[in-house]
């Protein structure tokens, strides 16, 4: 909703505008620390992976109470009484699916993590069979 740029990020503009239209307004030192700390890597941008991170931190509570990140948290939290029992089933249906969104970037991150070190023994052995090859030669 909040990714004006459509480019699957939400950058410091937009989560500017995003914690105004929340009613929590923030700082632009404010705006950079809450990328900072959630920002994986590294592109000053927050991607979907990276803005679930934000609610997981929440829920471990590792979030400074007076953070912007802590305020976009209870934010997003609902209250039943005023949005109804249907409300309360369309905002617990999207965080079901966001849960299940993280589970499987997860999934994808450790199967980037195995490829990799696949690939790492798969050079490693090539190196020791040229370094054998290369031994017969010097010889």
């Known amino acids: 909703r909040y990714d004006a740029g459509k480019d699957g990020f939400i950058d410091l503009m937009e989560l500017k505008l995003m914690m105004e239209k929340l009613g929590a307004p923030q700082t632009h030192l404010g705006l950079k620390n809450m990328i900072r700390e959630v920002d994986e890597d590294l592109d000053s941008k927050l991607s979907f992976r990276e803005f ?36 309360a089933k369309n ?3 999207a965080k079901a699916q966001a849960i299940n ?9 450790k199967a980037e993590q195995e490829e990799k070190k696949k690939q790492a023994e798969e050079l490693k052995q090539r190196k020791a069979a040229f370094k054998e090859l290369q031994s017969t030669f010097t010889q």
């Open 91 to 93: 905002f617990f249906e």
């Open 101 to 109: 969104e993280a589970s499987r970037f997860e999934e994808e991150i």
């Open 52 to 87: 679930l991170l934000i609610f997981r931190k929440a829920a471990a509570g590792e979030l400074q109470e007076d953070s912007g990140l802590h305020a976009l948290a209870r934010l997003s939290e609902i209250d039943v009484s005023t949005e109804g029992v249907k409300g």
